[in-house]
Structure formats: C-alpha cells, structure tokens
C-alpha cells in the first residue's frame, strides 16, 4: 500500500493556460474524490467517483473544469482558462466502499499557482 | 445542508499544557464527524471519527473527541501536547450520502510552545 499520490505536487502556470492533474488512488479503492483548498480555509468537495462513475459534482465546479476516472483507477481534473481564482490546493482522496462508512486517504496535493 | 464552524483559527499552547480545539456542527441528519490533520506540505490524516456508537472516541497520537448533541459539539482534545503536534486541524462532518463527502470546517493551526 502505496498510499494516495499525485502529481504534479506543483504547478505554476499563466492565466488563460490549461491544466490537468492526476491521481493515483490506493490500488483496490473505488471511490475517488476531488477536494480544492485555498489558503487558510478547509477543504471543499468538488466531485467524487465510484469505479468508473461521476456521481456527484459540486457547483464549485465550473464548466472550466471537468474530472475523469476512465478505467476506474487513477483520475484526471483538468482546468481549461485558468483564472487567479483557481490558484488553490488541490486534494485528491480515494476510499473502499463496504455498505458503512468509509474513510477516505488524502494524497499530499497539487498546489495551483495561476499568475 | 451541512456545516462546521471551527472557534479558534490560531491556538497557542504550551509544552504539556492541554489541548483543546473547538467544533461545532450543523447537519439534519444525524451526522458523522472526523477531525484530520495536516502537517505542512502533506495531506490530511484522520485522527479519529464519530459514528454513533460510543459519544467519547479515542484516536491517534492521544487525542480524543466527545459528541455532544445537545451542544451540537465535537471538540478534540489531548491531556498533554508535544511539540509534534503542532499543525494544521480539521473537523468534518458527513451525512452518509454522496460517496460520504466531507463538510470541513476552517481549520484550527496549534502552536505548541517549548
């Protein structure tokens, strides 16, 4: 068990540039989430998957952004146009679903600079 | 709808002093409820979660929390704080639904002092 990881940890980029991160999830969990933390606030849910499936998006997420899990392993959040506000930590967690409640892994993060 | 308010952006305490972080919920369900940390430049750690079976829980590191529904309340506290435990913490609260996604409150950064 490798743990949650993501890449890249950092990324600057240029307004109007597009990006994508990726997430690699604990090998046999199901659910992936996406999470976005800007500075000195808690994390907020952007979406979540199981396997395959999108089954929850957040209004946090704009049409700029789109989330992808397409063989129901790692995920892709992808940001098109990017704007100053998009600059923020960007947090990925996957969990077992087993009827009960789950806990979820977080990865260490990408943090997002948009200059 | 759901919600957490965390009192205390900042807390300072001394080597071996108490710790005490404050949460407070709201939720119309009868919630679930975690604390997480974060140490700098990691993600989050679950320390401990309430899931409606014994209102006290212990978890990591020495820390416990206790629910209070009359106070709608899930502080966490720690008899004696270390240096190490200096960072960032988090209450969250989860209604079960949407995958169980996580509300997080603002955050709580401890400062231990020597």
């Known amino acids: 068990d490798t743990g949650v990881s993501q890449d890249p940890r950092h990324k600057i980029t240029k307004r109007g540039q597009n990006v994508t991160f990726r997430c690699d999830p604990i090998s046999e969990h199901n659910r992936l989430y996406w999470y976005r933390q800007t500075l000195g606030q808690g994390p907020e849910f952007l979406t979540y998957?199981?396997?395959?499936?999108?089954?929850?998006k957040s209004r946090l997420l704009s049409n700029r952004f789109s989330a992808e899990r397409p063989k129901g392993s790692f995920s892709t959040l992808e940001i098109q146009r990017t704007e100053q506000g998009d600059s923020a930590m960007y947090l990925c967690?996957?969990?077992?679903?087993?009827?009960?409640?789950?806990?979820?892994?977080f990865g260490p993060g990408t943090r997002l600079t948009v200059t | 709808a759901q919600s957490v308010t965390q009192l205390g952006s900042h807390v300072s305490v001394s080597e071996g002093a108490l710790v005490l972080l404050r949460c407070n919920y709201s939720?119309?369900?009868?919630?679930?409820l975690f604390w997480y940390v974060q140490y700098p430049n990691q993600g989050l750690q679950l320390l401990l979660k309430y899931t409606s079976a014994a209102t006290l829980v212990k978890g990591i590191n020495g820390f416990e929390a206790e629910f209070k529904k009359s106070e709608t309340s899930f502080h966490l506290t720690k008899p004696s704080a270390h240096m190490s435990d200096a960072a960032e913490y988090f209450c969250?609260?989860?209604?079960?639904?949407?995958?169980?996604?996580?509300?997080f409150g603002g955050g709580t950064r401890l400062m231990v002092k020597p």
């Open positions: 998957f199981q396997n395959e499936a999108q089954l929850e």
């Open positions: 967690a996957s969990s077992l679903s087993g009827g009960g409640l789950d806990e979820q892994y």
């Open positions: 939720s119309s369900v009868p919630p679930y």
């Open positions: 969250a609260v989860s209604d079960g639904n949407a995958g169980n996604m996580l509300t």
